[in-house]
C-alpha cells in the first residue's frame, strides 16, 4: 500500500487503515487527521496510519474502551 499516514506532518508510509470513527481519538492528543473518502453525514471516510500512529491509537483505544466500560457500569 502506498500511501502515506494521514496524520498532518509525520509523511511516512501507511499500514493501516481505519474508520475515522475509530481515528478521531487521535484528534483528543492534539493531532491533525487527513480524511479520504468522507461523504458526511452519512460517511464518517477513512484515515490512514503508519506503524508508529497505528500503535499510539491501538494504546488510545485500549483507554477509551476501558472508560466506556466504566460509565456503562
Ligand atoms: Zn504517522
Not at 502506498?2 to 511516512?12: A, D, F, P, T, W
Not at 490512514?48 to 460509565?71: A, D, P, Q, V
Request: aromatic fraction near 6%; hydrophobic fraction near 30%.
Amino acid at each position: 500500500m502506498e500511501r502515506m499516514c494521514s496524520v498532518e506532518g509525520c509523511g511516512k508510509e501507511a499500514v493501516h487503515e481505519l474508520s475515522y470513527n475509530d481515528a478521531k481519538i487521535l484528534e483528543g492528543e492534539g493531532l491533525k487527521l487527513k480524511v479520504y473518502h468522507a461523504r458526511p453525514p452519512r460517511r464518517p471516510g477513512v484515515v490512514y496510519l503508519c506503524e508508529e500512529h497505528y500503535k499510539l491509537w491501538k494504546k488510545l483505544s485500549k483507554r477509551e474502551r476501558k472508560i466506556r466500560e466504566l460509565t456503562m457500569k
